[in-house]
């Protein structure tokens, strides 16, 4: 199975708007601008996932959005709560599990949890791994999901994935 982690991309910060809470932050202009040209390197790249769960924060929607539409696959998002803010490897076991017969499979959420999460997919005891906004990771791991079972593929910064536009 290929899980894809995909941070969102960078959102406004919360002086200067009027945003009753972090969950609402919506991304940059800039960040959706971003967003795009990586939606296009990712169609380069044959990143076509079964599904996408994002996390329900609105900066973590909006790019599950912007690189769906990138890779016209708007129908395959899916809102998961579960990865809102603190998501663990617990939290996409039990994701999976409503669809264990998916070959690819991508997540858009957030900080720090995605490098915790790929750490312990790819070591038993925990990789030190970084995830920029609008950085992306590919692991490949067989069902179930287990500790150190999972193979990091590879790991782009949005600074390498528009170089490859």
């Not at 990138?70 to 998501?87: F, W, Y």
């Amino acid at each position: 199975m290929r899980l894809y982690f995909l941070r969102h991309g960078e959102a406004a910060s919360a002086n200067g708007i009027t945003i009753r809470s972090d969950a609402e932050r919506p991304l940059t202009k800039e960040g959706i601008e971003i967003l795009k040209i990586q939606g296009k390197a990712f169609a380069k790249l044959n990143i076509l996932p079964d599904i996408i769960w994002s996390s329900p924060l609105v900066r973590a929607k909006q790019t599950a959005e912007v690189v769906a539409r990138q890779l016209d696959i708007e129908d395959r998002i899916v809102e998961m709560p579960k990865l809102a803010c603190g998501a663990t490897l617990d939290s996409i076991r039990e994701i999976i599990d409503t669809k264990p017969h998916l070959q690819s499979a991508m997540f858009v959420g957030h900080e720090p949890d995605f490098s915790t999460i790929i750490g312990k997919l790819i070591a038993r005891s925990g990789a030190i791994v970084e995830m920029k906004k609008g950085g992306i990771a590919l692991i490949e791991t067989d069902f179930p999901l287990i500790a150190g079972g999972g193979v990091l593929m590879w790991l782009l910064t949005p600074k390498l994935i528009l170089k490859l536009i």
